[in-house]
């Protein structure tokens, strides 16, 4: 991998863990930064989930979530793979197995009444 693409992929890494900040999340980069390498993710900071984070403009999303699986299952835990990914000028997208999905919807519910979340807002406009 050449230095620009290893620069955008830490320029991502920084963007993605900045986006996680604004919602109120302490995500960083990994220490993978400072040449480790291995089963960490690339970001850190929401627990139970294995985040991967590619900044590129073609992206093998099948392959980068196996990425993702891998390297979770390999760190000998449990947490949820996720891909954060986007192209340059373009919103960020977040890819994860299906199973996974349910799993974290199907206890959004019960973590909305015991803590009292409020509602996410509607989207689109009257009669949307």
């Not at 890494?13 to 986006?19: G, I, N, T, V």
């Not at 604004?22 to 089963?39: I, K």
Request: proline share 5%; with cysteine.
């Amino acid at each position: 991998m050449g230095k620009f693409s290893r620069d955008k992929g830490k320029r991502g890494e920084r963007m993605w863990a900045a986006l996680c900040q604004e919602h109120g999340y302490d995500v960083h980069r990994t220490a993978q930064c400072r040449g480790n390498t291995g089963q960490a993710g690339d970001c850190e900071g929401l627990p139970g989930i294995h985040q991967e984070v590619k900044f590129v403009e073609r992206l093998n999303v099948r392959d980068a979530l196996e990425q993702s699986r891998r390297d979770a299952v390999a760190g000998g835990c449990q947490d949820l793979p996720i891909v954060a990914h986007k192209v340059s000028r373009g919103p960020w997208t977040v890819t994860m197995y299906a199973e996974d999905f349910f799993q974290l919807y199907d206890a959004w519910p019960r973590s909305k009444e015991k803590n009292k979340v409020p509602q996410p807002p509607a989207r689109g406009g009257a009669g949307a």
